[in-house]
């Protein structure tokens, strides 16, 4: 391998080494996603649990992502399937740009679109963000893309029975020919041909697909979460499934994602979606989901907290839960101002039942508004207090016009303040928003009464400052530290 290939690796110390040398060996779960490991003798990258036989270590070197070992001009292992594996754990260490750059990747930036306008949604130059890609991630932007792309493909190949140009243009190709160029360049081999030695998919069981993430993953608390906070119409949880209405493009459409322990994934089932917009929709049950948390550095972290401790300890793998979307989440923040979980959630209800779009289904009966939907409807008589139906208004409003944005992957800090800059918005509900909408595991709402009660309970006379300072050491997990004192008080 040359020089020039060397520097795209990490460059890791000798305690890391023997991290991952560990890991590689024992075929840890908990790894999975956060290194792959390249070969020299035989040109191909694995993920850290490859059932392949094992490589001397002194033929492996490490690499930040699939991307980075594409651009070493090493290939995809048939075995392990690297595009199985679950993403980079929210790149620790990384600049936050870079974080926000490959949120918005993942989610098909640029599939259609520039470097040139990625960049300038992280608020940086483009050569400035190939320089950042280059010393954190060790590709370049379109080169994570592209190996993105082409994973995808892999996966849907494997998984599905779609025909190979309807999976070539849901995987992000532009033409069918752009994608056989890229699988026989990267496998050596056809589509077709590769298709052919895989099992084949149950099309009578719809589009799904195998998401993985690290365990452990604290399922059944996920499910609780949304559970309490299910919109009637939009959303149903039973003992182990969730399932929505979707809508994206012109047609709403339906998701079913339950849980395969064993195989350290969940499972997704698509319907009535276009194959095109598959992308975006992976992507968006990935944030709703958290799948790409890295919870032993959660754990880590908050773990050593002595008011955490025990719940950590108790409760592992608990994730944060988002959205669909950012708007859905602003509207069930606003409805949840000073009312119960129960009481926002039957508000929300009514207001999907007036102005969501209605499907064709028996229990999930509404798509949930958008909008442009819910700034045009008439909110009397739901009782919703005059003051909320002003702020939805104007915030739906503002959001159909473009002049409020609030879109993953964007500044905490900006998102905060152009909530702040809206009626009847404070700054427990501007991070509620961030903290789910957006997704982001350091918004922290300080206001909550919770978090402070639980605090209390180890030092009694303190105050909302205190909780603020005593939250610094949780960062940059603060939100999963929220998550973590809300289950804290559920279990009393």
């Known amino acids: 391998m040359s020089a020039v290939l060397e520097l795209q690796a990490i460059e890791p110390t000798a305690d890391q080494v023997a991290l991952y040398e560990r890991a590689r060996l024992s075929r840890d779960p908990r790894f999975d996603g956060r290194f792959f490991v390249g070969v020299r003798t035989t040109g191909i990258y694995c993920r850290p649990i490859c059932p392949a036989p094992q490589p001397k270590a002194r033929n492996v070197i490490y690499y930040h992502s699939a991307a980075a070992a594409a651009a070493a001009g090493l290939r995809p292992c048939l075995r392990c399937r690297p595009e199985a594996a679950p993403d980079s754990a929210a790149w620790i260490g990384t600049e936050a740009c870079v974080r926000r750059a490959l949120k918005l990747i993942r989610g098909g930036a640029l599939n259609s679109g520039s470097t040139a306008a990625l960049a300038e949604r992280v608020g940086i130059t483009d050569r400035h963000l190939r320089r950042l890609f280059a010393r954190h991630v060790g590709a370049s932007p379109r080169m994570v893309a592209a190996t993105q ?74 499910l609780d979460f949304l559970r309490l906070r299910a919109v009637p119409g939009v959303e149903a949880v039973s003992a182990d499934t969730y399932r929505r209405v979707i809508c994206l493009g012109d047609s709403p459409g339906f998701i079913s994602v339950r849980q395969l322990p064993q195989k350290h994934c969940l499972q997704l089932q698509v319907q009535g979606v276009d194959s095109s917009l598959l992308t975006e929709v992976v992507g968006r049950v990935r944030t709703l989901f958290d799948l790409d948390a890295s919870p032993d550095a959660v754990s880590e972290v908050l773990g050593r907290d002595r008011l955490l401790a025990r719940i950590v300890a108790a409760k592992p793998g608990l994730r944060l839960p988002g959205a669909w979307e950012p708007f859905e989440l602003v509207v069930r923040a606003v409805l949840g101002q000073q009312v119960s979980v129960k009481a926002a959630r039957t508000l929300a209800g009514r207001i999907v039942q007036r102005c969501g779009r209605r499907v064709d289904d028996a229990e999930l009966s509404h798509a949930f508004p958008s909008a442009a939907q819910l700034a045009a409807a008439n909110l009397d008589k739901l009782g919703i207090t005059g003051r909320r139906i002003h702020t939805l208004r104007h915030i739906a409003a503002a ?72 939250a610094e050491a949780w960062r940059p997990w603060r939100a999963y530290a929220v998550m973590y004192l809300w289950n804290l008080l559920a279990a009393k």
């Open 149 to 222: 792309r082409l994973l995808f493909a892999r996966q849907l190949l494997r998984e599905t029975r779609l025909p190979i140009g309807e999976l070539a243009l849901a995987a992000g190709f532009k033409s069918i020919r752009q994608f056989n160029t890229a699988f026989r360049t990267a496998f050596n081999m056809a589509p077709g041909e590769y298709r052919r030695g895989q099992k084949a998919a149950d099309a009578a069981a719809g589009l799904r697909l195998l998401l993985h993430y690290r365990p452990p993953y604290a399922w059944q608390e996920m």
């Open 399 to 470: 959001m159909a016009a473009g002049e409020l944005s609030l879109a993953r992957g964007m500044d905490m800090d900006d998102c905060v303040r152009q909530l702040l800059a809206q009626p009847g918005i404070g700054p427990w509900t501007a991070h509620y928003i961030a903290m789910r909408g957006l997704s982001e595991p350091d918004a922290f709402p300080q206001g909550d009464l919770g978090l402070l009660k639980a605090l209390q309970r180890q030092r009694p006379r303190a105050g909302a400052k205190d909780l603020l300072a005593y």
